[in-house]
């Protein structure tokens, strides 16, 4: 009862704090209180959508008052239920949907500086309108904000050429735990004064801090580009084509991306695109060059290549603007909860870049033993990077759903094979709530406990997206033994 008075005041608090404006009832916000893939939700005690950092400083200074937490939500658009509110503890979902503007574009600096609520859609038409060009991009980008992929260390579609979300991050500005505001809003290329503090913020999740503006570097625009499909003799070539595009134009490579065959016919049967090639094989290659001048001669003479060397069996280059939006959807539309609403075990691994093929098809097998005809693995990804979202689901029919139980099994097998391969079981989407066990058994009992610690240096309270991200992550019962 006493919880329920305190939580009457507070939403005063946060009513008067936020103006109408910046205030939404619970009610009528149903979308924001469960995540992208419909596996996580939770009842906020309120939701807010401060329109400046003062605001956010109020409001987080109000929550601290009265211990209820803070979920802080961009577009809400994180694959592993990080952006909704819990209700293990009483929470307030911050919004950063107010804080959408493009503060400056700086050419000469080649920099924009945003507010987090921007989406990336948003910062990319920015710096389209002054020739320059942002480094990330990925399907969600019309949704997705600056905040979020600051976040969650955000990859993408074009990691391979500018590196994730870290890499385009100069400087950054967060409200923290008590109000106060780490500046850290700087545009330089080069700052060895210590520790590089908003480093902590890029990756935590939002469990340190509000991140409420962003200074992100901008590339030349490269105006030049050719994306090609390519259907390949065996999965096993990616590794020699890729060591192949690269030493044709390392640089110049800005997407590799792998799509297989029940993805093309699912996007084909549910859009209505063309197919883009007469031939069919079970894998293809999606990848892009780009650069300042064209980049004709460099896809002609890798494609050549490629085929002489019996790696690709058939290819078409985009020739129009539409043909490339055609390819590309191919590769945006990809994922089975959206393109069958078919949901099993998912991972987000990553392997060493030469080992990917060989993952592939280790899961494959094991999938083979542990599920026989109850299990289909279903991949596509980040070939460039070694990343592969790879899926274990029951069927590709529209809406099945796998045995929980079996999820669970594959999803240990699974895993096991990645932590032997060096790999992650997190490339780019972070833990959230869905990894926690996960990520636990795939760090050490010394890399856990030093998070705590910066964990608890910088928000003592736990007031930030409380059990949520790595540090929370359980240390596991032989790492646990072994450090008493
Ligand atoms: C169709 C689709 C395709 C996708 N493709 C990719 C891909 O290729 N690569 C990739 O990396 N991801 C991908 N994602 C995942 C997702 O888009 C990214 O994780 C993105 O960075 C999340 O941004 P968001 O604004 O939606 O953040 P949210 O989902 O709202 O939040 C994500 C996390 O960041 C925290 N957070 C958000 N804003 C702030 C802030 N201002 N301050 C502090 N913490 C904050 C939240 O608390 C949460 O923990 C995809 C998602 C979808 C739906």
């Known amino acids: 009862m006493a919880g329920g008075i305190v939580h009457t005041e507070l939403v005063g608090v946060l009513r008067d704090v936020v103006g109408p404006a910046g205030w939404l009832d619970p009610t009528d916000a149903v979308g924001m209180v469960v995540d992208f893939r419909g596996l996580f939700s939770g009842e906020p005690v309120a939701i807010v959508r401060p329109g400046t950092v003062d605001e956010v400083r109020a409001v987080v200074r109000a929550c601290a008052a009265t211990g209820v937490a803070i979920v802080t939500q961009g577009g809400n658009t994180s694959l592993s239920g990080g952006s909704v509110p819990t209700d293990d503890r009483p929470s307030v979902l911050l919004s950063t949907s107010r804080m959408n503007r493009i503060l400056s574009v700086d050419p000469a600096r080649f920099t924009i500086t945003a507010e987090a609520g921007c989406t990336i859609e948003q910062v990319q038409q920015a710096a389209a309108a002054v020739g320059l060009q942002l480094g990330m991009d990925w399907g969600a980008r019309g949704t997705a904000t600056v905040g979020g992929a600051v976040s969650t260390n955000a990859g993408g579609l074009n990691v391979l050429r500018y590196g994730p979300a870290r890499d385009s991050v100069l400087g950054l500005e967060a409200v923290l735990a008590d109000g106060e505001v780490f500046d850290g809003l700087r545009a330089l290329r080069k700052d060895s004064t210590g520790y590089d503090l908003k480093h902590l913020f890029i990756g935590g999740e939002g469990s340190v801090g509000v991140v409420t503006r962003v200074v992100l570097r901008l590339h030349p625009r490269q105006d030049h580009h050719r994306t090609m499909f390519a259907a390949l003799s065996e999965l096993e070539a990616i ?127 094991m999938v083979t033993e542990m599920c026989g005809d109850d299990g289909l693995v279903y991949s596509f990804g980040h070939l460039g990077d070694g990343n592969l979202h790879l899926y274990v689901v029951s069927s590709l029919e529209r809406g099945s759903r796998m045995d929980p139980v079996l999820v669970d099994e594959v999803t240990a097998a699974i895993d096991g094979l990645i932590r032997d391969m060096g790999g992650t079981v997190s490339a780019e989407h972070g833990v959230g709530q869905e990894l926690l066990d996960r990520v636990g058994r795939q760090k050490s009992a010394v890399e856990l406990d030093l998070m705590r610690r910066v964990k608890a240096a910088l928000d003592p309270d736990d007031l930030f997206n409380p059990g949520r991200g790595a540090h929370c992550a359980p240390v596991p019962e032989v790492e646990a033994a072994e450090a008493t």
């Open 239 to 365: 590794h020699e084509l890729f060591a192949m595009a690269c030493a044709r134009d390392h640089a110049g490579l800005t997407a590799f991306e792998l799509v297989p065959e029940i993805g093309v016919a699912g996007t084909i049967s549910t859009f209505g695109v063309t197919r883009p090639l007469a031939t069919e094989a079970e894998w293809y290659l999606l990848a892009r060059f780009s650069g300042t001048s064209p980049v004709d001669t460099t896809v002609e003479g890798f494609l050549v290549d490629a085929v002489d060397a019996g790696l690709v069996v058939d290819a078409a280059v985009a020739g129009t603007a539409v043909q490339e939006e055609n390819l590309w959807m191919m590769r945006d539309e990809l994922p089975p909860e959206t393109l069958f609403d078919a949901k099993g075990a998912k991972f987000d691994a990553a392997v060493p870049i030469d080992r990917l093929a060989e993952f592939q098809r280790a899961a494959e097998a």
